[in-house]
């Protein structure tokens, strides 16, 4: 069973920056896919960020060129770095695994990222 603990989540003004992270229990090395997904008040979950097969990486629309995705394999650690973050993105962010291709898939708790003036 493969435990994700995200951490990094707060209150932010406007236009500013968050970092989040997400440690895995277990080697990421060779995972299909990481990534973090959000999910505000009424909306569906969607996909924000993932990286999959280890180097393709892709972004939702509404965050490219804000957000950057990466990995550490040594550490077991998948990144968000968040800049000009706005109202839109106030959310709970959740980092996913996907073992293989129709594999099983985990989730982190969540972590709070609100972003309010």
């Known amino acids: 069973q493969v435990q994700l603990v995200e951490s990094g989540g707060g209150l932010v003004q406007p236009g500013g920056s968050l970092r989040l992270s997400c440690v895995a229990s277990g080697s990421i090395f060779g995972v299909y896919s990481m990534g973090w997904y959000r999910q505000a008040p009424g909306k569906q979950r969607e996909l924000v960020a993932n990286i999959v097969g280890g180097t393709s990486m892709n972004y939702h629309s509404s965050v490219k060129g804000r957000f950057t995705i990466s990995k550490d394999n040594a550490k077991n650690t998948i990144y968000l770095q968040m800049d000009s973050l706005n109202s839109e993105d106030t959310a709970v962010y959740y980092c996913?695994?996907?073992?293989?291709?129709?594999?099983?898939?985990?989730w982190g708790q969540g972590t709070q990222v609100t972003v309010s003036s």
């Open positions: 996913s695994q996907l073992e293989s291709v129709g594999g099983e898939r985990y």
